[in-house]
């Protein structure tokens, strides 16, 4: 009996037709029924191993209720509206499927549709005119599910008609990479066998025979990222020379960028005693024998006992143990990486991706609706998305997939960007809370800017005339400097993500030498007010000033985070972690605790700038992020 994922449906005709095939079809074939693909929702799907995928458009009319004028013109007692095409219903479905499939693993296998008439007979089919809507091949009637003859015929004739297609072959491991997408507890042990691991670390203390690193290179060209240590130098020599045989033979000259077209390949071996490319490692380590007696492979980071021993191998070669760690953190954890400049920050995080979108169970199949990286600076931002293409470009180079390519485009589009164009997409999803509509811009105008600055500064002056009248001369700067200076303040604080509106006079404090007495004065009725009319001004133009959009999200995730819905990130990377201030921290936080509860973070920043002398948070950002209770994997390298 086949498996059969999805009991409820609340229409008879899908359930006979349902029913018919579980029972007809034995446990190789998978079958849900009701689900969306893009935003529509079919009415049965089944997998057929070794076979294909079919879907079917199931209709539960009765012939004498039926009246056909037209493919797309269905006369149907009971409904008020004319009927669509059946068949094109399933053709669309047919299509959105294989986008689907496509789109999460590089390639598809053969979708074909089929309709299916649970209340209506051969002849009555002819009778009524449906066969001008589906073909009879493609088309499933009363009696045929009530057969199992006849309905695994019929099934097999529009598999056969359609096999010539192009497609991947859905055999035992594309089968069950499907039902782990589709399923979130399915759990297939022999099936976990099938589906190859992210990465393999194999430790070899003796002489190692040829077949033992042909499997290590072969893994290589299938994308498995391998790391070796040898203690034999003709070891060490068999296995680059190998390895240099395969890129000449796979046509791939070797690097951190791989290339096509082989060249110059693995030079001066013999003066080596380590040596990396793209996803491949190798080390040479003298005493290693001493510290284990047999091979040892470990898989995807699970270490187990082996951790002392990796400790002195890190301390033996140059090979990083705490990028390894960070590389295969739990995907569960949120991770905080502490990290000097120079030490791989930005490997880890590729690295870090790389792990997520090839590990076996759970990866990343769709960068753009999974994955968010918030950096601080364009450049970094430009950078790591060069970064990651590269990476995957390499992917596909060394394995042929087209999956890679799937993901070079996801990167194009994923949301890697600074902080403040972040927030600014997620208050696109919020414009009933902002005042603002979907489609507002950003924008400044420093100049309007400069004309309400003049304006309350004119009156402020006023003011302060009417009981000094030698006040403008005892400024101790030019009128344009002191312009030029009180909207600098304002700046720096717009930097820190200060809500100028929400700063109390008692929370002014005074100024230090008492060069200028007045200067809370200044402040109060000139910078604050100028400000909030200035970008008042541009929201009136359904516009935003990228310097208010932080302050902003802040305040709407605190009463309609529910109404951000276009995030749906499974993990929110955050570099350069040392340059948020107290209200992008909060952010952050409010973020994963609402709209983000199943997100994980995964922070990077360079501890020893993470005390602030210009940004003004009350604890390093660090220190902060420590006290957050679901920060639980930290990493320094």
Known sequence: MAIVVDHESEYKGERKVR???????????VIYNNREVNGREYDICFLVKDVCVFIVEVKGWLADKINVHGIDDIEVEGYAERQKSPKKQAKSYCIQYFTKLKKQFGTSPLVVDLVAYPFITKEQYYESHLNIISEEQFTLFKEELENQTSLKKKFQMAFDTKK?????????????????????????????????????????????DDKQFKRIIASYFKGIKQIVFVSKRSSFATLLNELNF????????????????YKKGIESIALRDSYRAFNFEVYLICGLEKQCSEEIVIEEGQVGKNKELLSW???HSYFNLQQYKVEHASADKNILVEAGAGTGKTYS?????????????????????????????????????????????????????????????????????????????LLRGASFYTGLGTNFRISSDEYNRGKIYDGYLSEFFRTQEENNPNFISGIPVPIYDLKKKIMGIADHLFQKSINLADIKPEEMG?????????????????????????????????????????????????????NISNLKLRYLFVDEFQDTDDVQIEVFQKLQKTILSDCRLFVVGDLKQSIYRFRGARLSAFDQLKTYKNMTGRFII
């Open 510 to 562: 005074v100024t230090v030498d008492n060069t200028l007495p007045y200067f809370s004065e200044l402040i109060q009725q000139v910078v604050f007010p100028a400000e909030i009319e200035y970008l008042s001004t541009i929201n009136d133009r359904n516009a935003m000033d990228l310097k208010e959009c932080i302050i902003l999200l802040n305040k709407v995730l605190d009463y309609a985070a529910d």
């Open 313 to 315: 191998i890190a301390e």
């Open 349 to 425: 995080m590729v690295s870090r991706v790389a792990f997520l979108c090839n590990k076996r169970r759970g990866n990343i199949t769709s960068i753009e609706d999974e994955l968010a990286m918030v950096t601080f600076t364009n450049d970094a931002a430009i950078n790591m998305r060069v970064r990651l293409k590269q990476m995957f470009v390499n992917y596909y180079i060394l394995t042929g997939n087209e999956c890679y390519l799937q993901y070079v485009e996801g990167v194009e589009r994923a949301n890697i960007s600074t902080i403040h164009k972040f927030s600014l997409e």
């Open 246 to 261: 395969s890129y000449k033979k796979e046509n791939i000259e070797p690097g951190d960028k791989l290339k096509v077209g």
């Open 19 to 29: 029913d018919a095939i579980a029972e007809h079809f034995s446990d190789d074939v």
């Open 164 to 208: 010539a297609i192009p497609h991947a072959e859905l055999n035992a491991e594309f089968m069950s990479r499907i039902r782990r997408n589709e399923e979130p507890d399915y759990d297939d042990p022999e099936g976990e066998e099938l589906i190859q691991v992210y990465s393999t670390l194999s430790i070899i203390p003796d002489d190692a």
